[in-house]
């Protein structure tokens, strides 16, 4: 049956629908109503924000079985800024409350006998939509002159694995409590979207969230940055300056990177953070704030103290509460989420796309060294080669120089090989094998591939997941290692 909706003002809307996953939602039938209007369903929550448009009509569909994912959904719910009517099975009270204490603007009940009462149930959808658009049309036009001026943030928010709900409920506790936070785990994992949940769940909501990268900041400008300036302080000090510190009153500050703090700095933040005032470079006057401070690292500090690289005083008193943040490959649940996100968002390669299981099965096999940020690297290279608008196994592409390659013999697809096996001819394998370990040709082999992948040498330690400071020191290292092979090999 196909569903007629009298009101000519809805003939002019479509359908944005976001099926709760593995809560019960027959999710094909939905996608073979005979609706007069266009539809377009997700299971990604970001994909579902992003389309909530003035001319859509947001519908969110919960199924009977919602209970054993009841933190997806409410974090699904949490991320919802515009107007939406929910779905949910009729006589489902304990469903209906659920969401009501979440502040959820409409709910409309289905029954799933028949297409026919899911047509009846968007056609009720539709109008309640209507009546909650009318009262925050002010809201809604505002809203739509902003997003003209810029696009949302990419910020995929995913916690499917049993190991990421653990420590999004970490997370949850911690924010009740106005204790500093150390996050730790390697490149890529998400740090800053934690820090961001935390911050967003805590009762400075309502304040200023402010990341900071430590590994970015000009170490001449560090203090500048942090703790501010008077005019004149220094040769470049035109005006008076406030630090992030002062920026972030009332808010959280997050401080990425920690370890790459420089140690003459370390001992003023220790303060600052113990007396909750600091004084502008340049003036003795200090100036009190109330800050929550998150830090973040993939470095082992411990490690760092124990080479006098970060003062160990420092450390106690960023660790005052510890999070430590799973791998990928250690919560393989997120995988397909983040994969299916990531491919029906807009905000990924500029282009909405569906990815199939086949995709996803050979996504569940990689590790993932890259992390999350890898995975979105990978989604961002299918779609460019997914010409049908659906990314298959054939479009996923795990190592980028894979790609240049693929059509070539398999001589072509070896790895290119370091500057250490050019440099020493092939009598001197043994010195070779002295030089640099398997791991770390590997290693050069990933900070080549950035190098010629970017435009500076900024860009390659992002893809990396390092500091530029890291970066040059690695080059450094290994130019030094070079030539002294070059001159082992020439007093041979």
Not at 249 to 255: C, D, H, V, Y
Request: net charge negative.
């Amino acid at each position: 049956m196909r569903a007629v909706f009298v009101a000519s003002s809805v003939a002019e809307v479509h359908l944005n629908i976001m099926v709760v996953r593995e809560s019960g939602v027959p999710e094909q039938a939905l996608s073979r109503l005979a609706l007069d209007v266009p539809v377009t369903i997700t299971q990604a929550p970001e994909s579902f924000a992003e389309r909530m448009v003035p001319e859509a009509v947001s519908c969110l569909v919960v199924g009977a079985d919602w209970q054993p994912v009841a933190q997806h959904l409410q974090q699904s719910v949490e991320a919802i800024s515009g107007p939406f009517v929910a779905l949910v099975p009729e006589g489902d009270v304990a469903l209906g409350h659920f969401l009501g204490r979440m502040g959820t603007p409409a709910v409309q009940t289905y029954t799933s006998a028949t297409g026919e009462d899911w047509c009846i149930a968007f056609a009720a959808a539709i109008d309640a939509w209507h009546s909650i658009a009318a009262m925050n049309t002010p809201a809604n036009e505002s809203s739509k002159g902003r997003s003209a001026k810029r696009k949302p943030a990419r910020r995929t928010v995913v916690f499917a694995d049993p190991a990421s709900k653990a420590m999004l409920s970490l997370v949850e506790r911690v924010a009740q409590v106005d204790v500093t936070a150390l996050l730790s785990g390697p490149s890529g994992v998400g740090k800053e979207v934690v820090a961001q949940i935390l911050h967003n769940a805590s009762p400075r909501s309502s304040g200023p969230f402010i990341a900071l990268n430590c590994s970015a900041m000009p170490e001449h400008l560090v203090e500048s940055i942090l703790f501010g300036h008077v005019k004149g302080s220094f040769t470049g000090a035109i005006k008076d300056q406030p630090g992030i510190f002062e920026d972030a009153n009332q808010g959280t500050l997050f401080l990425d990177e920690v370890g790459e703090l420089p140690l003459h700095v370390q001992p003023k933040l220790l303060r600052v953070i113990q007396e909750r005032k600091a004084a502008r470079i340049g003036s003795t006057r200090e100036v009190s704030f109330d800050v929550r401070l998150v830090a973040a690292t993939n470095r082992d500090l411990v490690d760092m103290v124990a080479r006098g690289q970060f003062r160990e005083d420092l450390l106690y008193r960023l660790n005052a509460f510890h999070i430590g943040i799973p791998r990928l490959c250690d919560r393989p649940g997120d995988i397909e989420q983040l994969a299916i996100a990531f491919a029906e968002s807009d905000q990924v390669a500029g282009v909405a796309m569906k990815i199939r299981e086949d995709a996803i099965q050979q996504l569940r096999l990689h590790n993932w060294p890259g992390n999350v940020r890898e995975l979105d690297n990978v989604i961002c290279r299918a779609k460019v080669l997914a010409a049908d608008g659906v990314i298959g196994a054939e479009h996923i592409f795990l190592d980028a120089l894979q790609i240049e390659t693929r059509p070539g013999s398999a001589a072509d697809q070896a790895p290119a090989p370091s500057p250490f096996a050019q440099a020493v001819p092939a009598k001197g394998g043994a010195v070779e094998q002295d030089l640099m370990s398997v791991k770390e040709q590997a290693e050069w082999q990933l900070i080549r591939a950035a190098l010629e992948e970017s435009t500076s040498k900024k860009e390659a330690a992002e893809r990396l997941g390092i500091s530029p400071r890291t970066l040059r020191h690695k080059l450094q290292k290994w130019k030094a290692s070079e030539e002294e092979a070059y001159q082992s090999v020439g007093n041979s």
